[in-house]
């Protein structure tokens, strides 16, 4: 009997501001890799700055549309209008359909961003039911705080702290669509399937310490290069501020600022605690799953990929 051989890829994780997007380029690089967004903000366009997007352009890659960053094509980036609501199914679909182009044309897939369920849906295969946004019943959520909206879930699914970011609306909103009209704890709604890739997960250690600080001088590095003025030019365009994309860290903070609620340093200070607060949830998501490789560089990264894909060079 034949064996099949399933795509491997390199999924490359961890919370923001601890180097992804810099070892990605590094092992595309290296390895004539392709790229594949897993950051489920940097997808939207004119969301740039302030999403930690690397400067790039659109463009084509043999053929393919895709976003062009120092001559490496990156898919799932850039593309998708700031209103539109974006799946973990879809984005899953849209990834599995870029790596098997990436592998067929004998490249390394690189699969970067901290979305964490966006990783694991892909890892472990994970099928999510098919119930459609309700409309309605997203106008009657998004009128409640996001404390009522939290309490109102937990008390119809008590499970749902280990798998819902409490601390995201929008998630909040549509796991409560979920259990509303499956009857059914979010855990029991996501099933994992027969594997559709090897993957092999790898992040940048960093101690706490070292992440605030370099989430502190990101954040002070984005202002200046214009993300007070970036936000200023999407509300301009009439970007809603309950737009999916609006929901990324720091803009909220920032807008305060903007129409003359607080002052630019107390604003950029919320800034700088609200991405920590982001970063520490990332931690504790990633601390879950024992199969992520940490390394302290990425010249340890290199070699342990290296050694990963040298199995496989005949699918390389």
């Given at each position: 009997m034949?064996?099949?051989?399933?795509?491997?890829?390199?999924?490359?994780?961890?919370?923001?501001?601890?180097g992804k997007t810099a070892l990605s380029l590094r092992l595309a690089e290296k390895f004539d890799g392709e790229i594949i967004n897993a950051d489920a903000r940097q997808c939207y366009t004119d969301f740039d700055i302030g999403t930690g997007k690397p400067v790039g352009k659109k463009g084509e890659y043999e053929g393919r549309r895709s976003y062009i960053v120092k001559?490496?094509?990156?898919?799932?980036?850039?593309?998708?209008?700031?209103?539109?609501?974006?799946?973990?199914?879809?984005?899953?679909k849209a990834a599995m359909r870029a790596i098997?182009?990436?592998?067929?044309?004998?490249?390394?897939?690189?699969?970067?961003?901290?979305?964490?369920?966006?990783?694991?849906?892909?890892?472990?295969?994970?099928?999510?039911?098919k119930v459609p946004p309700k409309p309605h019943l997203r106008e009657a959520f998004e009128k409640k705080s996001r404390e009522e909206l939290v309490a109102l879930l937990l008390k119809m699914d008590p499970t749902a702290?280990?798998?819902?970011?409490?601390?995201?609306?929008?998630?909040?909103?549509?796991?409560?669509?979920?259990?509303?009209?499956t009857g059914k704890p979010i855990s029991e709604t996501r099933k994992m399937g027969k594997p559709d890739v090897e993957a092999f997960q790898i992040g940048i250690r960093r101690t706490r310490q070292e992440l605030y600080s370099r989430i502190?001088?990101?954040?002070?590095?984005?202002?200046?290069?214009?993300?007070?003025?970036?936000?200023r030019e999407l509300l301009r365009k009439g970007v809603s501020l309950d737009a999916p994309a609006m929901t990324s860290i720091g803009y909220r903070e920032l807008i305060s600022?903007?129409?003359?609620?607080?002052?630019?340093?107390?604003?950029?200070?919320?800034?700088?605690?609200?991405?920590?607060?982001?970063?520490?949830?990332?931690?504790?998501?990633?601390?879950?799953?024992?199969?992520?490789?940490?390394?302290?560089s990425e010249k340890e990264a290199i070699k342990m990929v290296g050694e990963f894909f040298s199995l496989s060079s005949p699918q390389l």
């Open positions: 034949a064996i099949t051989l399933i795509p491997r890829v390199v999924c490359i994780v961890g919370p923001t501001s601890s001559g490496i094509p990156h898919y799932l980036m850039d593309f998708l209008p700031p209103e539109q609501v974006y799946t973990v199914a879809e984005w899953r098997k182009g990436i592998t067929e044309r004998k490249h390394l897939p690189i699969v970067v961003g901290g979305t964490g369920l966006y990783i694991k849906a892909l890892v472990d295969n994970l099928s999510f039911p702290a280990g798998t819902v970011d409490l601390k995201n609306p929008r998630r909040v909103i549509r796991a409560l669509e979920i259990v509303t009209f502190d001088r990101e954040v002070e590095d984005m202002i200046e290069r214009g993300w007070i003025d970036e936000i600022y903007i129409k003359g609620e607080k002052p630019l340093d107390d604003a950029v200070a919320a800034c700088k605690t609200a991405v920590r607060r982001y970063a520490k949830r990332q931690e504790t998501w990633y601390r879950r799953d024992k199969r992520i490789h940490w390394v302290a």
